[in-house]
Nanobody, 114 residues
Framework: QVQLVESGGGLVQPGGSLALSCAAS????????MAWYRQAPGKERELVAG???????NYADSVKGRFTISRDNAKNTVYLRMTSLKPEDTAVYYC????????WGQGTQVTVSS
């Protein structure tokens, strides 16, 4: 079964940038859509961005223009480039397919604070 490992989170000041990675232990090529999700304290997990196997992307309105999702099927890796970060972007970030197919990874914590 495919396992997902997210990395790249950290503490950043408002306006800063981070680049997240999600490495899959097996092939994600068959997953038509891969996505990044996030869960803030006390809130439900929400979809942040998705990308099809062919590279078509979509974003939540709250991150549109600031975040960029990409995938490398040969490396079984999904990326999320985040810029102009805001305190409300603070959350644990996860990747998975859409619809969900794989067990959730441990996620990577992103904290935006001065």
């Amino acid at each position: 079964q495919v396992q997902l490992v997210e990395s790249g989170g950290g503490l950043v000041q408002p306006g800063g940038s981070l680049a997240l990675s999600c490495a899959a232990s097996g092939s994600i090529f068959d997953s038509m859509v891969m996505a990044w999700y996030r869960q803030a304290p006390g809130k439900e997990r929400e979809l942040v961005a998705g990308i099809t196997r062919g590279g078509t992307t979509n974003y939540a309105d709250s991150v549109k223009g600031r975040f960029t999702i990409s995938r490398d099927n040969a490396k079984n890796t999904v990326y999320l480039r985040m810029t102009s970060l805001k305190p409300e972007d603070t959350a644990v970030y996860y990747c998975n397919s859409r619809p969900l197919r794989y067990p959730w990874g441990q996620g990577t914590q992103v904290t935006v604070s001065s």
